[in-house]
Structure formats: structure tokens, C-alpha cells
């Protein structure tokens, strides 16, 4: 199932854009010099482990996960060349919600008991993000910590 995101954090759509870019500029490198040592009779070995590394490195250029708050809580998504797949850790099986704020960075903990994900924010959202928490969770008590 798929699920719309009410709270993201652009940081994370930058990140994986730019890691995506790199690894499949490499991949491509890689799988142009496996041609290149086919094509001047380099050793064997050495063409094959380059067109390997290459189809490795450019299938994980598709490779991203990323979390983001939905209606129905928080959301890990998972996307490669296979498709996108969402796991959902539901407002209710929370037991523990931190804000950890460092500078301009706020990073937020949700514990469910089993795992704990971890999302960052920047620190401008430290609001928008209580408030909403609040509105799904109005009984939880938020424990918020300012690092300097």
C-alpha cells in the first residue's frame, strides 16, 4: 500500500538525488571502460569485474529509502528498479516520541518498542511537526531535548 506524505523533509529527496546521480555516472563509467578493456584485449578478469561493478553500482543508483509522516503514521519507503514498497509503523503502536533539536537540525525518534525510526527536520518544522503529532497522538507526552 501507498501512502501520501503530510510532513517531508526535503533534505532527504536532495540527498537520494544526488547520491542516485553519482552512482549511475559511475555505473556508466564503469560499464563504458569494461567495453573500452574488451575492445583492447585487456585480460578477461579485468573486463568482467569492471562491467560487474558497474551494473552493480548502477542498479543501486535506483536504490533510495526515505521517512515521511502520513495520516496513518510514520512511513518508511523503500524504492528501486523492483518498485516502491511502504512500511507503515501506525500512530497507535507508538510508546515514546523525542524531538532532539541541534542547531538548525531537529531530528524526531519514533518508538514503537520494537524499532525505533529516526527522521530528520529541519529545525523551522520543530512546530508544524509537534502540532501534528499532537492532533494524532493527543494523549502522548512528547519529550523534546535542545543539544547547544
Known sequence: MHYTPILDTEQA???NMSRSVIYAVFGVYLIGYSA????????L?????????????????????????ADEGIVQSVRSWSGRQDTLMPWEDLLLVSFVTEKDNLTAYF???????????????????????IKCLPDMEINEITKK
Open 13 to 15: 529527496k536532495t540527498k
Open 36 to 43: 573500452y578493456a574488451a575492445y583492447s584485449r585487456e585480460s
Open 45 to 69: 578478469k579485468t573486463t568482467l569485474a569492471a562491467f560487474v561493478m558497474g551494473g552493480v553500482v548502477l542498479f543501486a543508483s535506483n536504490f533510495s529509502k526515505r521517512f515521511f509522516i
Open 111 to 133: 518508538d514503537n518498542g520494537e524499532k525505533v525510526w529516526k527522521l530528520d527536520f529541519p529545525s523551522w518544522q520543530r512546530k508544524e511537526l509537534k502540532q501534528l503529532v
